[in-house]
């Protein structure tokens, strides 16, 4: 008999419980005065002292107040039971992200994901964190994202002929061949498989599901993440841009070949050389290039999974 389990993001769940948990305000003091007023948030103060007063005449500090952590867990639980149940799941396996991911090593330009680096955290993560872990024996990723220990688990599953559902917001999903529950978007879980499609939103943004959105982001990136392929080159490369350059092909043969032509559009075939973000000097070949921005995106599907451009260009048959 087929099971169908849940397996969810518990990044995610932690982190909204957390910070859905309380409130967050600032307080003004007047460098002269030392008059001390409160306000919702920095933009709503400079409407308060526009044509009054220059921000500089003030110090402003950052307030944060939890509420009864019992709540916050209790969130947590809701959301648990929630997915299990927008699954038809009997069951559910919760994942979190540890203090290691490969890709923090890779030498891109700019660091992955370094702009979150120093973001101030919900009060409460740490505890919500530690909740998943007790009450519902959340597994801890090694050297990798929770949203490859969800994609990995799912195909586990398929294997054994059962049903793994990742419940994820993280749009990289959208680029796995698994069954996928985003919520925000979804009214129930549907199979990604194939080729795909891209689409431009009203707000020409570019979506997408399938083999062409991992295609996407691979030669696009993730401002997010912080990875972004053209970035070395100094050429700008967008939602339009992309979509103008894969929304058409038919085959993974077409798209992989598009992805390639715009690598080497920018880069030739000669060593690529740059300064990575920790200061090394880097050097490497436009397949080597390439393979590096597609570990950015290529959540694994098993242990050691990796994307090699020379070996898929061969497989498909694509000259270079």
Sequence with gaps: MTRRIALLDGDLIAFRAAAANETRSIKVTHKLTKQVTEHAHRTAFKEHIKGKFELEEFDIEDVREAEKLSFALNAVNTTVEA??????????????????????????????????????????????????????????????????????????????????????????????????????????????????????????????????????????????????????????????????????????????????????????TEPIKYTAWDGTEQEKTLFEFMDMYAACCHMLRFEGDKICTKTLLDKLKIEY
């Excluded at 990875?227 to 993974?252: H, I, M, R, S």
């Design 83 to 268: 997915l299990q149940k927008s699954c038809d799941a009997e069951s559910v396996e919760v994942f979190l992200s540890g203090k290691t991911n490969f890709r923090d090593a890779l030498p891109l330009p700019t660091k992955y994901k370094g702009a979150r680096e120093g973001l101030e955290r919900p009060v409460q993560l740490s505890e919500c964190r530690d909740h998943l872990r007790n009450k519902y024996k959340a597994k801890e990723a090694v050297n990798k994202e929770a949203d490859d220990d969800l994609t990995i688990r799912s195909y586990e599953l398929a294997k054994q002929g059962d049903i793994g559902v990742v419940c994820t917001l993280d749009k990289d999903a959208d680029g796995t061949e698994v069954w996928l529950y985003n919520w925000n978007k979804m009214k129930e879980p549907v199979r990604i498989k194939g080729l795909g499609y891209l689409e431009l939103d009203e707000k020409k943004v570019l979506r997408g599901q399938g083999r062409l959105w991992f295609f996407a982001q691979w030669v696009k990136g993730d401002p997010v993440d912080c990875f972004k392929p053209c970035e070395v080159a100094g050429k700008k490369f967008g939602d339009v841009g992309c979509y103008n350059l894969l929304a058409q092909c038919k085959t993974d043969k077409e798209a992989v070949q598009a992805v390639y032509k715009q690598f080497k559009s920018w880069y030739g």
